[in-house]
């Protein structure tokens, strides 16, 4: 007999990961993808994981609602909602997926199924979800484009995909998200591939719907300006860590680590016209042949020997601040 899912705890945190890994073993090598992640995140806040690409963002997400190929080892624990991911079979994980946590890809185009319309493909998951009418999930599809304000949301309902342009295809897999009322929404990127009109807009519509239904976000993006429209605390990452979590305000405005130092160096806004970028040199390792010590000394300007041998541990500078890195523990010990 199957035993009744557990009563979420209000005071809990809504997303619990402690100590998360994953890896993906083949016969030619073993990809370190996520290397022991720890967060938490409450019902109503917003965090953005930032970082390049290949350090381990969209892993990290997937890992949540387990979304991996069977080649991926995960270790460590995932519990959203109260519920403990890891230990989920399949009938429990399907009702976590798009009832309780759902999540908005990377590229609409290949998410959504090309031969079936979105009011189809979100009638369909109201239906499995919650058992209601065709009929009535049709109408509350209906009631889901003209939330994320699809124009013309009743003849939408009857496109397809292809026939939709770039924004208003990212708008329907929203509106595909929220379609169960999740409580966490997970959004990989949503806006990389809309122009920069259009990806303002899909901002503020995300932040706005946020704040109305009182979600829990966790979104990824390497852009830092995104990360400034959208976030309340940010967590850095570089080779499958996280090196250097905060406030969004306080990590833009005094970055801890080099790497997040280099971000913001590297980084175009007002006021920089007729100014050189200062670039990160290199490129980030190989997750299959991580180096010895710290991940980003081969690039790191302030490296000293101590970070080609010894892996930093998490600094706590501040009760909302962590930094992997030695010069955030000199600072400490310098205070």
Known sequence: MQQPSPVPDSAAPLVDVVDLSVRFVSKDATVHAVNGVSFQLTAGEVLCILGESGSGKSVTMRALLRLLPETARISGQVRVDGRDVIAMAGNELARLRGGVASMIFQEPMTALDPVFTVGQQIAETIVRHEGTSWAEAEK????????????????????????????????????????????????????????????????????????????????????????????????????????????????????????????????????????????????????????????????????????????????????????????????????
């Open 140 to 335: 509350r599809g209906l009631e889901l484009l003209e939330l994320v304000q699809i124009p013309s949301a009743k003849r939408r309902l009857a496109s397809y995909p292809h026939e939709l342009s770039g924004g208003l295809r990212q708008r329907a897999m929203i509106a595909m998200a929220l379609s169960c009322r999740p409580r966490l929404l997970l959004a990989d990127e949503p806006t990389t591939a809309l122009d920069a009109t259009v990806q303002i807009q899909i901002l503020l519509l995300l932040r706005r719907l946020q704040e109305d239904l009182g979600m829990g976000v966790i979104f990824v993006t390497h852009d830092l300006g995104v990360a400034g429209e959208i976030a309340d605390r940010v967590a850095v990452m570089y080779a499958g860590r996280f090196i250097e979590t905060g406030p969004v305000v306080d990590l833009m405005e005094g970055p801890l680590h080099p790497y997040t130092q280099g971000l913001l160096g590297s980084t175009v806004h007002g006021g920089m016209r007729g100014q050189r970028l200062t670039a990160i040199p290199g490129s980030p390792p190989s997750l299959s042949e991580l180096p010895t010590g710290c991940a980003f000394a081969p690039r790191c300007p302030q490296a000293m020997d101590v970070c080609q041998t010894s892996e930093p541990t998490e600094r706590k500078p501040r009760p909302d601040r962590t930094a992997r890195c030695v010069l955030v523990e000199e600072s400490i010990q310098a205070a």
